[in-house]
């Protein structure tokens, strides 16, 4: 009984890690080979047996029977005289079995074996944590707040599993309390040691685009397919998609009637800005689309390049720019084209190139423009000064002061 009384002290914590008998059993014979090859050297001659229903396990030493003196190995044989104490009509040759009591092994290796199990089933308890979380990877993920912490929130599932948010991966006006559920996807699960950290996101794309599964059913039943999504977090996103049905109408069926279907997913998102367009292969009218609410006149796309200059009446250029060049960067990513804003109704008058200003405007300044093409006073002046600071290195107040220089020039 003895045996049992030990392997219950063992196994008492089992509950709490969430692991069956079964398996604990295996990994005890485990643990307990390695302590049996490190007091007799092998463990090749020793039969472990486990009873898992019973929570029991008997461990037999088999040797085999040598005349007296002529013990080599004491693990693997036993003399003629010891052999027939246990048996007397034991022979030279035969193989004894005698069981080993967990206290012969004593009471150090005893504390060692149970350091050595508590490792075993948290080393067991992280790779099947660290499994489980692979495969949800881009999944949406629920847990409640545990910690919040200025550099990150620690969450807890329902099953103890602590989950990070970074500040990083959270929308700029998210603020959590306490016992409050959060959602996010899990974006990637990391080894830390021996321990996995599991890395929740909700400024991920991949968010909006679950949010958009769960939350309109034509979607999640694959009638209508989000082609892609792009966010600044907390500010702007664009969703394109599109419906294999015709008489389905993508855009309708995701932003519901006044809203209302995804009303709950812009709420999640603290009021981020969703615009959903058709997705189309016509590049050129999907740039189009994709500068909404800006009507745009014409598109003029260069392929090797992946630019398009896109030519807007001057009313629209502040729309298909955007607060803060949202809108306009967001199109670029939807696209995947670098969009060049052209004001129509511009005439074109006497022009000068940039380097004639080298004297004024440092070089490396005027270089800059001449990345993005704008190599001329009046190329420069036509452009929009947010735009210009989205596709430059340079800050607003430089260009600002440039933009100064140029129309003094011309305007005398």
């Known amino acids: 009984m003895e045996n049992i009384a030990l392997i219950e002290s063992f196994s008492e914590f089992k509950d709490d890690k969430f ?6 059993m295996a990994i005890l014979e485990d643990v307990f080979r390695n302590a049996l090859k490190k007091k007799y050297g092998s463990d090749d001659n020793f039969d472990i047996i486990i009873n898992p229903d019973k929570g029991d396990m008997e461990i037999w030493r088999n040797r085999t029977v040598v005349e007296d003196g002529e013990v080599e190995d004491e693990n693997s044989e036993i003399a003629l005289s010891e052999a027939r104490k246990i048996e007397p009509d034991f022979e030279v040759g035969e193989e004894v079995s005698e069981e080993v009591k967990l206290f012969q092994l004593g009471r150090r290796a005893i504390l060692a ?24 990877i881009g999944d949406i993920y629920t847990a409640e707040v545990h910690h919040v912490r200025p550099k990150m929130v620690v969450l807890m599932d329902d099953d103890g599993n602590e989950i990070v948010l970074p500040k990083e991966k959270q929308i700029p006006n998210d603020y959590f309390k306490k016992g409050e559920n959060v ?28 949010l ?8 999640f039943d694959g009638l209508i397919s989000v082609k892609k999504v792009v966010r600044i977090p907390g500010e702007k996103a664009k969703v394109a998609v599109d419906s294999y049905d015709d008489r389905i109408d993508p855009v309708g069926a995701c932003v519901g009637m006044k809203g209302s279907r995804i009303h709950g997913i812009v709420r999640e ?6 615009d959903v367009i058709n997705y189309t292969s016509n590049i050129q009218l999907y740039i189009t689309r994709a500068l909404s609410p800006a009507k745009v006149s014409s598109v003029k796309i260069n392929e090797e390049t992946k630019r398009a200059e896109v030519f807007l009446k001057v009313e629209e250029v502040s729309k298909a720019i955007g607060r803060g060049g949202h809108n306009i960067k967001l199109a670029s990513m939807l696209t995947g084209y670098e969009l060049d804003v052209i004001r129509e109704g511009i005439v074109e008058e006497e022009d000068v190139e940039l380097r004639e200003f080298s004297d004024e405007i440092e070089a490396w300044v005027i270089e800059e423009f001449e990345k993005i093409g704008l190599d001329t006073a009046r ?11 989205r596709r430059t290195d340079l800050e607003e107040e430089t260009i600002l002061e440039v933009v100064r220089i140029l129309k003094d020039e011309l305007d005398n």
């Open 379 to 389: 190329s420069v002046l036509n452009q929009d000064v947010v735009d210009l600071v």
């Open 212 to 219: 958009f599964e769960q939350e309109i059913p034509e979607v």
């Open 269 to 274: 998102l603290g009021n981020e800005n969703i």
């Open 19 to 24: 692991i069956d008998r079964v398996t604990l």
């Open 113 to 136: 074996l149970r350091q050595n199990l508590i490792s075993k089933i948290h080393e067991h308890d992280n790779t099947n944590l660290y499994k489980q979380f692979k495969d949800l």
């Open 183 to 210: 959602r996010g996807v899990i974006e990637s699960v990391e080894l830390k040691g021996n321990k996995p950290q599991i890395i929740m996101s909700r400024t991920a794309p991949e968010f909006l685009e679950k």
